[in-house]
């Protein structure tokens, strides 16, 4: 069987070298255009070094509708695509293949379609989420599920973690579904629509945190944008100022305004919500690195 892969970041990295580990022939790779930038001048995306380090055909082009690049897709004459996180395909891409197109997706379809479910998911305060196979459609995330696995999330665990487990269960069934759609054994389910929640993509203006919430609130919001792009808020100097990590401290205090910074004692920084209080573990602000609170209360006078 032929396959195509597309995909960009690291996430998809995993999905290619367990289907080239167990043998399938992938006869192209396509992935996002270099982006100018880093010490060579070139930014590649992690699936176009995987792609080349192991001797596969990569393709990158500007416009998926492009003449061109449907010409040397066309050619490639695969069996079937696998999409891992990357862009959305026009009609005439996902139709390709005899046996379709199918796209490994960060959550449990139908919850949390679009472009940042897992995000979303933490933010949300969900405690369970997991990986689906599906079929590409008109639709985006809305095709016929192949297979799907869970996974919890920790009280207290950031995007980034879920992310780098994710991974790595989203292999194992993107080779378990492409498996099963070589043996001719795969199974569809439609996704049921009225179930169905949104997950858009993140935009850096939406990542201010609203000390006005709970602290549970908050201490998911944070978690759920950790370690990128980051929660952020301004200090009274006009500074960025990020945080990573942090815990919620549920208790009544009315005494202090919502928003307002405490140091209760050295080294120790908390944040003033409706229920309490965040308590700031890992922060960073403007032009510094990330660093533990206790590092940064060192140099750094808070305007109290």
């Known amino acids: ?43 590649e995306s992690a699936v176009k070094k995987f792609a080349v380090a192991n001797g596969l055909k990569v393709l990158q082009p500007l416009k998926l509708k492009d003449p061109v690049f449907l010409a040397e897709l066309s050619g490639l004459k695969a069996d079937l695509q696998v999409v891992v996180a990357f862009r959305m395909l026009p009609e005439v891409v996902w139709q390709m293949p005899p046996l379709g197109t199918l796209n490994l997706h960060g959550s449990l379809l139908p919850k949390y379609r679009g472009a940042a479910p897992i995000n979303h998911a933490i933010m949300n305060g969900e405690t369970e989420t997991g990986v689906t196979t599906f079929f590409l459609q008109h639709e985006i995330d ?43 054994t795969v199974k569809t389910i439609p996704q049921p629509s009225d179930a169905a929640t949104h997950a858009p993509k993140i935009f850096q203006e939406t990542c201010k945190i609203d000390f006005s919430r709970t602290a549970i609130e908050v201490h998911n919001f944070i978690r759920g ?20 990590k942090a815990l919620p401290e549920i208790h009544s205090d009315d005494t202090i305004p919502t928003g307002s910074y405490v140091i209760p004692h050295k080294g120790v920084l ?33 305007l109290l």
């Open 1 to 43: 069987m032929r396959i195509i892969f597309m995909g960009t970041p690291d996430f998809a990295v995993p999905s290619l070298k367990i289907l080239l580990d167990n043998g399938y022939e992938v006869v192209g790779v396509v992935t996002a255009a270099d982006k100018p930038g880093g010490r060579s001048g070139i930014i």
């Open 225 to 244: 944008l950790s370690p990128y792009p980051g929660a952020w808020t301004v200090l009274k100097d006009g500074k960025i100022f990020k945080v990573f």
């Open 270 to 302: 908390k944040v003033k919500v409706k229920d309490g209080y965040i308590h700031l573990l890992e922060v960073q602000l403007e032009g510094k690195k990330r660093m533990a609170v206790s590092e940064l209360l060192n140099g750094y006078k808070f």
């Open 142 to 184: 809305t095709g016929d599920i192949i297979l799907q696995r869970k996974m919890d999330i920790g009280p207290n665990e950031t995007v980034g973690a879920v992310h780098d487990r994710m991974m790595v269960m989203g292999a194992a069934v993107v080779l378990e579904t492409v498996t099963d759609i070589q043996n001719g």
